[in-house]
């Protein structure tokens, strides 16, 4: 079962993303040369991103493209999602910045996450989050 739970949560997915588009674009938006050309465009601009320092992009880069054209656009807005994303860890990482740093500093300029969620969901202890963000409240 272990091996076979990956595969069907990802071809799970990818149904849930089809009756989505499905329901939310149309049938017609869905079947159209216009979406085949946006996914091959989207697709091409993808697979110039790099894997250097971005796991997300990379992990989404090795599973197989859908062949569907509405499948295969949202799989490669995935990927160019992810790699804008990765980007923030490479700048962090780059800056010298661990997690706590990371979102401690973001939270000190008053537009992070409440300290009490990032500590909750993040099972971090009070004393890590004080000892890097002297000015962050914990709102505990």
Known sequence: MGDRLPAEVLAARLRAVDATLRRLLGEDAVASPEMAEAAELALRAAEACT???????????????????????????????????????????????DPVEA??????TGRGMAPRWVLGSRGWRRVDWEGRCSGCATGA
């Open 103 to 108: 979102l401690a500093s973001h939270t000190a």
């Open 51 to 97: 894997r250097h320092a971005r796991p997300l992009y990379s992990a989404n880069a090795d599973l197989p493209v859908p062949e569907e054209p509405h499948l295969a656009y949202w799989h490669a807005t995935t990927l160019l999602r992810e790699h804008r994303g990765d980007g923030h860890l490479a700048a962090l990482l780059s800056a010298g910045l």
